[in-house]
């Protein structure tokens, strides 16, 4: 045991022994640095000569007899031994024997025995191998470049040192930079012209000029010199020769060009002044006259594309939408005059309006790329032509609102009149002489209200709403007035029924009656009367007055088919009558029972004997009616209905309705321009006569003429409203 245990020790410490030799570190022992091995004195010659050897092999575009490794690392031994400078000098003068040598061959050729393209190829060719073998220098005497050169920020690098020898000794040479830059003008002159051309050529020639740092001086000006002259020839004899939307597309495709040459061979610095040089000898010089003829023709012909191009290019111009904007502004004043100022076209006045408007809408916003310049001008223009005739828009206006709104007007559904309502408010906004149109739409109104002729409440009661909108409550609160009246008189009807056994005529009431001039007979006084005490004794203070041609009745009528009720208006119902007493009456004896006017008795005859419900048979037969004409009853009248409404022949509005409208419009102006003045006068108490005017045409909010101003003054000076001034007639004073 006691052997064991020894044994173990020993062994343990056997192996602490061994693992500590093996895991000691070794000793660092720090020696003198050896001495530099010194160059003999052939080395750097040798060693030269052999780098001058590779230098012309490149040159010469011959195989280089030493390996590339080795010449990179004799240039890094070089320099290591500070001959750098040395070896730069003599590398740049190498070189530059080389490159002397070259213009030579540009020279020993005359102008006449080398074509140009010819020439470009040759001097392509030289600069191409130039750049090779700088780049193939460069990477042999890399170490030198980075080192050495790149130490010294006054010597140029190798390859610009390469670019700066084949500037000064080829490209600066004046007959060589002449014919090369000549030879480029004519390439791209030929692809101007529809020529194919190389255009790699020509984008290394010019690639060339630019990295040279001549390309600005040597090039750029004569180029843009010659587009210049190009241009200005071509934008003369393309103006006589083609029209405008040729014109137009011709510029365009020549704009693409120019942008496509820029992107294939040009420099990008000449993108900005060769456009420009475009656009101005195509467009700008030529601007008045592609508007003046060729704008209009465009807008008349609706040609979409054409008139965005148009905007598109004369946007690139300076003064160009300018220009656009005016010309644009006169067509619509011109176009709009001619719809405004002839009567032979009042009919169609306001549809050609809403249809003129809907198309130049149509070109701003697709033309003119919703241009807020553009909208606005043309908002100006319309209002600027379509107050030229003054009143008469404005009446047509409410009147082709009256045909939209009267029943039986078919062409449009609920959705289509809305759009239509919202088109005429448009054309409304540009009105001065708003009040003319509100009486002429009040009377309008009041006859579809009074007849029932509304096509529907609802479409009137939004147009309302488009009014007051537009104009505020003071101008709708007469027209919803009449809707109330409508409602009111409903009720009135109702309860008067009880007082009116009989029933069978309902007289309205209108606020614009005229005299009444028919004869009534007794059934009809006796109900007039009944409903005059119902109605006073229940409004006091007000007086009714009666409208025939807006009256209606039933007459319960025996036929040999059985009884019919016939729905007619008052004049018939007149007519009608006298066939209790008579089975056959004449045309003068109808006139002189009933008084009823000519043309309206005319147009009754017609619609009973001539229309499609012949309740009276006419001799002799035919459309008209004649003096001469006799009228019997007819018995043999059938109809599948019980009740028939035969409607009344309508009387377009006269001349006289006309006219008496018109002028209680002019003198509703007079009374808003008296009380205008007074209530400026007895704001101010003193004022000049110019000042006053000044004021007047601030508050006023339709059409006035100076004389009329001044006519009513004098009307105010003559009532003691206001007075002159003893010393200054210029001069007005109120008079409290």
Same mark, same amino acid.
């Given at each position: 045991?006691?052997?064991?245990?020894?044994?173990?020790?020993?062994?343990?410490?056997?192996?602490?022994?061994?693992?500590?030799?093996?895991?000691?570190?070794?000793?660092?022992?720090?020696?003198?640095?050896?001495?530099?091995?010194?160059?003999?004195?052939?080395?750097?010659?040798?060693?030269?000569?052999?780098?001058?050897?590779?230098?012309?092999?490149?040159?010469?575009?011959?195989?280089?007899?030493?390996?590339?490794?080795?010449?990179?690392?004799?240039?890094?031994?070089?320099?290591?031994?500070?001959?750098?400078?040395?070896?730069?000098?003599?590398?740049?003068?190498?070189?530059?024997?080389?490159?002397?040598?070259?213009?030579?061959?540009?020279?020993?050729?005359?102008?006449?025995?080398?074509?140009?393209?010819?020439?470009?190829?040759?001097?392509?060719?030289?600069?191409?191998?130039?750049?090779?073998?700088?780049?193939?220098?460069?990477?042999i005497f890399l170490f030198l470049d980075r080192?050495?050169?790149?130490?010294?920020?006054?010597?140029?690098?190798?390859?610009?040192?390469?670019?700066?020898?084949?500037?000064?000794?080829?490209?600066?040479?004046?007959?060589?930079?002449?014919?090369?830059?000549?030879?480029?003008?004519?390439?791209?002159?030929?692809?101007?012209?529809?020529?194919?051309?190389?255009?790699?050529?020509?984008?290394?020639?010019?690639?060339?000029?630019?990295?040279?740092?001549?390309?600005?001086?040597?090039?750029?000006?004569?180029?843009?010199?010659?587009?210049?002259?190009?241009?200005?020839?071509?934008?003369?004899?393309?103006?006589?020769?083609?029209?405008?939307?040729?014109?137009?597309?011709?510029?365009?495709?020549?704009?693409?060009?120019?942008?496509?040459?820029?992107?294939?061979?040009?420099?990008?610095?000449?993108?900005?002044?060769?456009?420009?040089?475009?656009?101005?000898?195509?467009?700008?010089?030529?601007?008045?006259?592609?508007?003046?003829?060729?704008?209009?023709?465009?807008?008349?012909?609706?040609?979409?594309?054409?008139?965005?191009?148009?905007?598109?290019?004369?946007?690139?111009?300076?003064?160009?939408?300018?220009?656009?904007?005016?010309?644009?502004?006169?067509?619509?004043?011109?176009?709009?005059?001619?719809?405004?100022?002839?009567p032979e076209k009042d009919k169609e006045m306001?549809?050609?309006?809403?249809?003129?408007?809907?198309?130049?809408?149509?070109?701003?916003?697709?033309?003119?790329?919703?241009?807020?310049?553009?909208?606005?001008?043309?908002?100006?223009?319309?209002?600027?032509?379509?107050?030229?005739?003054?009143?008469?828009?404005?009446?047509?206006?409410?009147?082709?609102?009256?045909?939209?709104?009267?029943?039986?007007?078919?062409?449009?559904?609920?959705?289509?009149?809305?759009?239509?309502? +919202? &088109?005429?408010?448009?054309? *409304?906004?540009?009105?001065?002489?708003?009040? $003319? #149109?509100?009486? /002429? =739409?009040?009377?309008?109104?009041?006859?579809?209200?009074?007849?029932?002729?509304?096509?529907?409440?609802?479409?009137?009661?939004?147009?309302?709403?488009?009014?007051?909108?537009?104009?505020?409550?003071?101008?709708?609160?007469?027209?919803?007035?009449?809707?109330?009246?409508?409602?009111?008189?409903?009720?009135?009807?109702?309860?008067?029924?009880?007082?009116?056994?009989?029933?069978?005529?309902?007289?309205?009431?209108?606020?614009?009656?005229?005299? +009444? &001039?028919?004869?009534?007979? *007794?059934?009809?006084?006796?109900?007039?009367? $009944? #409903?005059?005490? /119902? =109605?006073?004794?229940?409004?006091?203070?007000?007086?009714?007055?009666?409208?025939?041609?807006?009256?209606?009745?039933?007459?319960?009528?025996?036929?040999?088919?059985?009884?019919?009720?016939?729905?007619?208006?008052?004049?018939?119902?007149?007519?009608?009558?006298?066939?209790?007493?008579s089975d056959e009456c004449s045309v003068e004896?109808?006139?002189?029972?009933?008084?009823?006017?000519?043309?309206?008795?005319?147009?009754?005859?017609?619609?009973?004997?001539?229309?499609?419900?012949?309740?009276?048979?006419?001799?002799?037969?035919?459309?008209?009616?004649?003096?001469?004409?006799?009228?019997?009853?007819?018995?043999?009248?059938?109809?599948?209905?019980?009740?028939?409404?035969?409607?009344?022949?309508?009387?377009?509005?006269?001349?006289?309705?006309?006219?008496?409208?018109?002028?209680?419009?002019?003198?509703?102006?007079?009374?808003?321009?008296?009380?205008?003045?007074?209530?400026?006068?007895?704001?101010?108490?003193?004022?000049?006569?110019?000042?006053?005017?000044?004021?007047?045409?601030?508050?006023?909010?339709?059409?006035?003429?100076?004389?009329?101003?001044?006519?009513?003054?004098?009307?105010?000076?003559?009532?003691?409203?206001?007075?002159?001034?003893?010393?200054?007639?210029?001069?007005?004073?109120?008079?409290?």
């Open positions: 045991m006691a052997e064991d245990i020894q044994h173990n020790q020993k062994s343990n410490f056997n192996g602490l022994t061994k693992s500590a030799k093996s895991g000691a570190s070794k000793k660092l022992i720090i020696k003198n640095f050896k001495d530099r091995p010194k160059l003999t004195d052939s080395y750097t010659e040798d060693t030269w000569m052999k780098l001058r050897d590779a230098v012309s092999a490149i040159q010469n575009s011959t195989s280089i007899k030493y390996n590339l490794e080795e010449l990179y690392q004799a240039v890094e031994n070089l320099c290591s031994y500070k001959v750098s400078p040395v070896l730069y000098k003599q590398l740049r003068q190498v070189c530059e024997d080389h490159v002397q040598a070259q213009i030579h061959q540009f020279r020993e050729y005359p102008s006449s025995s080398l074509d140009s393209l010819s020439f470009l190829k040759r001097m392509n060719r030289c600069w191409q191998d130039h750049c090779s073998q700088t780049i193939m220098i460069r990477s080192t050495y050169i790149l130490q010294n920020s006054l010597l140029p690098s190798i390859w610009d040192t390469g670019l700066e020898l084949f500037r000064t000794h080829i490209v600066s040479d004046g007959a060589v930079q002449s014919r090369t830059v000549e030879g480029i003008l004519e390439q791209i002159e030929r692809e101007r012209n529809g020529e194919t051309v190389d255009r790699s050529l020509l984008r290394s020639l010019l690639g060339m000029l630019s990295d040279l740092q001549v390309y600005k001086d040597s090039f750029e000006q004569r180029f843009l010199t010659e587009t210049n002259r190009l241009y200005a020839a071509e934008g003369q004899r393309l103006m006589q020769e083609r029209d405008v939307p040729e014109y137009l597309h011709h510029v365009a495709r020549r704009l693409e060009e120019e942008n496509d040459r820029v992107i294939s061979y040009l420099d990008q610095s000449t993108q900005k002044p060769l456009i420009t040089t475009v656009e101005k000898q195509l467009l700008g010089e030529h601007m008045n006259a592609i508007l003046q003829k060729g704008l209009w023709m465009l807008l008349d012909e609706n040609r979409v594309c054409e008139l965005m191009l148009l905007y598109e290019l004369l946007n690139k111009v300076k003064g160009g939408l300018t220009a656009l904007l005016q010309a644009w502004r006169d067509y619509i004043k011109s176009f709009g005059g001619e719809i405004v100022s002839s306001v549809q050609e309006l809403l249809d003129f408007k809907d198309k130049m809408d149509h070109v701003t916003q697709r033309c003119f790329q919703r241009n807020d310049t553009f909208i606005n001008a043309m908002k100006e223009a319309f209002e600027s032509f379509i107050n030229k005739r003054p009143n008469k828009p404005a009446e047509l206006i409410a009147k082709y609102v009256d045909s939209k709104l009267r029943a039986g007007n078919k062409e449009a559904t609920e959705e289509e009149l809305e759009r239509i309502l +919202d &088109k005429i408010m448009i054309i *409304f906004r540009f009105i001065h002489g708003k009040d $003319v #149109f509100e009486a /002429f =739409y009040k009377k309008d109104l009041a006859k579809r209200l009074l007849v029932g002729k509304s096509a529907s409440v609802d479409a009137e009661k939004s147009m309302l709403s488009k009014l007051k909108h537009e104009c505020g409550a003071a101008f709708t609160s007469k027209l919803e007035g009449m809707f109330k009246d409508m409602e009111l008189s409903k009720d009135i009807m109702i309860q008067d029924m009880q007082n009116m056994q009989n029933g069978g005529l309902w007289l309205m009431r209108t606020h614009n009656a005229l005299s +009444d &001039k028919c004869v009534y007979v *007794f059934q009809m006084v006796k109900l007039q009367e $009944v #409903f005059k005490l /119902f =109605y006073l004794g229940k409004h006091s203070g007000r007086k009714l007055q009666w409208q025939p041609t807006l009256g209606h009745a039933v007459l319960k009528t025996e036929f040999k088919e059985g009884k019919k009720e016939l729905q007619v208006s008052l004049f018939q119902t007149l007519v009608l009558l006298m066939f209790n007493e004896e109808i006139r002189a029972a009933t008084g009823i006017e000519d043309g309206e008795l005319k147009r009754t005859l017609q619609s009973l004997a001539c229309g499609k419900a012949r309740v009276l048979n006419k001799m002799p037969r035919g459309k008209d009616v004649e003096d001469a004409d006799r009228f019997h009853f007819n018995s043999d009248f059938r109809h599948k209905l019980f009740r028939i409404k035969i409607n009344q022949i309508q009387m377009k509005e006269t001349v006289e309705e006309q006219v008496s409208t018109t002028e209680r419009v002019f003198q509703d102006r007079q009374y808003q321009i008296d009380a205008a003045v007074v209530r400026i006068m007895k704001m101010r108490k003193t004022l000049s006569h110019n000042l006053l005017v000044s004021e007047l045409y601030n508050q006023l909010k339709f059409p006035v003429k100076p004389a009329d101003l001044k006519k009513r003054i004098e009307s105010l000076i003559d009532r003691d409203y206001m007075e002159r001034d003893k010393e200054n007639p210029n001069q007005y004073h109120y008079v409290a």
